[in-house]
T-cell receptor, first 112, second 112 residues
């Protein structure tokens, strides 16, 4: 089945230790998104790719970076995680920007 | 500030009853979408309604959109225990910024 896959599902890292979260899709969608969601809050968009065009949200900290080496894969790099970065990170895809988004199961990040 | 605000924040009903959630937004939109999120999981798309549509149905779900009031409602009929989840509205604003802005969510609990 076509889907959005996120690895790992749970990630524990130490304060300040770089971490990379991965997302892959078999839907062949043009657009890939990364969201941060903290407990009982709405998903907050960090950035998205329309094909290879990178779009960063104005309030996304510089600590967060992203790479999309090909259509299928997208990575979220957190260069120096702080305690406030502990959250669920959601990857989503869509065929066209602004249309229906398909979400992965999320990666829950814990920072010690 | 967030585009969507949802009401109520939390709702508990008996199984078999109908559940209604409301979403208000601030600026003109191209479309409005509803998503469901089970605890600790990714979001699942439910319905997309475009700005020129007033009502859509999908199974036990009914969505209405009133662009003059900048509001939408999601009705779940004959609720089931499996409907227990958080429900989010998300809007695509009509100046084509290629992204969705999520509302604050309604936490729905179905009591067996």
């Amino acid at each position: 089945d076509a889907m959005v896959i996120q690895n790992p599902r749970y990630q524990v890292t130490q304060f300040g230790k770089p971490v990379t979260l991965s997302c892959s899709q078999t839907l062949n969608h043009n657009v890939m998104y990364w969201y941060q969601q903290k407990s009982s809050q709405a998903p907050k968009l960090l950035f998205h790719y329309y094909d290879k065009d990178f779009n960063n949200e104005a309030d996304t900290p510089d600590n967060f970076q992203s790479r999309r080496p090909n259509t299928s894969f997208c990575f979220l790099d957190i260069r120096s995680p702080g305690l406030g970065d502990a959250a669920m990170y959601l990857c989503a895809t869509s065929w066209l920007a602004g249309e229906t988004q398909y979400f992965g199961p999320g990666t829950r990040l814990l920072v010690l | 500030s967030q585009q969507g605000e949802e009401d109520p924040q939390a709702l508990s009903i008996q199984e078999g009853e109908n559940a209604t959630m409301n979403c208000s937004y601030k600026t003109s939109i191209n479309n409005l979408q509803w998503y469901r999120q089970n605890s600790g999981r990714g979001l699942v798309h439910l319905i997309l309604i475009r700005s020129n549509e007033r009502e859509k149905h999908s199974g036990r779900l009914r969505v209405t959109l009133d662009t003059s009031k900048k509001s939408s409602s999601l009705l779940i009929t004959a609720s089931r225990a499996a409907d227990t989840a958080s429900y989010f509205c998300a809007t695509e604003q009509n100046f084509g910024n290629e992204k969705l802005t999520f509302g604050t969510g309604t936490r729905l609990t179905i009591i067996p």
